[in-house]
């Protein structure tokens, strides 16, 4: 006689596989990815490695950002990002257009950074398996392996939980944009 396995085994393993099938989504109603993993815009492919609060008096952070520390009831939150164009030799125009999104519909839009802030996010056009930040460069080799998109949020705002980066892009001028959403670790 053959051996039986439980129905509940059988039904753990089908939500297992489900779960791992799924597990570039979110799971969230709007469809936000996750930070850490790519999302598609315009033909690119754009992670947000990591998002952290930035404290101008810490020597490393300093280095990102050498402008004023936030006011009283503000926070500078650097936004790390990596975009490469994984596509077939052709070069694309890249975003240009980021905010930020909190749950009650508030919009931050990045701060402007000095033109020689070497962990800037700076748009340009990317050739096949070209990155920004470009691989050696100090801000693909550093801890934040990124380009620096830099907010001041209310800290009120902060507790306005998740807070969704908003990244549109274009394939070219006239055409429609697409609009990706990635849920900030904050």
């Known amino acids: 006689m053959r051996p039986t396995r439980p129905k509940s085994a059988l039904v753990a393993c089908v939500v297992v596989l489900s779960l791992a099938a799924s597990g570039c989504k979110s799971g ?31 020597a490393e952070d300093r280095g990102y950002y050498r402008g004023p520390e936030a006011p009283p009831g503000f926070a500078l939150y650097g936004v790390f ?50 990155c920004i930040p470009e691989p050696g460069s100090a801000a693909a080799t550093g801890p934040t392996e990124g380009s620096l998109l830099l907010f001041k949020f209310p800290v009120a705002s902060l507790e306005n939980r998740p807070l969704e980066l908003l990244i549109e892009g274009r394939r070219g001028p006239g055409l429609p944009a697409q609009v990706e959403r990635v849920e900030l670790d904050i």
């Open 81 to 130: 990002i990596k975009v490469c164009n994984t596509g077939h030799g052709f070069r694309t125009p890249i975003a240009t257009t980021f905010k930020v999104e909190d749950n009650q519909g508030n919009t931050f839009r990045p701060l402007p950074l000095p033109a020689d802030d070497v962990f800037a996010y700076r748009p340009r056009l990317l050739s096949h398996n070209a």
């Open 28 to 58: 969230r109603p709007n469809g936000a990815a996750r930070e850490g993993l790519n999302v598609n815009v315009a033909g690119l492919a754009y992670n947000v490695y990591i998002t952290r609060q930035l404290n101008l008096r810490d």
